[in-house]
């Protein structure tokens, strides 16, 4: 039973917890992310992250019915090694 005096994004459900999970783990140490993830990390809108998708220019999956755009195919698109700082793409 949580306390509604509580600090800790854990005891507010799953939503709470990836939210504090997002905080913590850079981009660049994830296998995936969402859409919206992917558009607001390269500056791109989600419309034209799905046309890459669609085209193949990006590998996504989709995992337990959401679709999840590989984070080495974002960083590769970008320009960006792995261990590099974040980078805005050229749209």
Known sequence: MSSKGSNSELHRGTE?????LERRLP?????????????????IS??????????GE???KIIHGR????????????GEAPS??????AA
């Open 58 to 60: 990006l590998e996504g």
């Open 84 to 89: 590099a700082k974040r980078k805005l793409c």
């Open 16 to 20: 709470g917890a990836v939210k504090a």
């Open 27 to 43: 981009i660049t140490e994830r296998y995936g992310v969402t859409v919206q993830m992917a558009a607001e990390f390269s500056g």
């Open 67 to 78: 679709r999840i755009v590989v984070v080495q195919s974002l960083l590769h698109m970008c």
């Open 46 to 55: 989600r419309s034209r992250i799905y046309e890459l998708l669609a085209a």
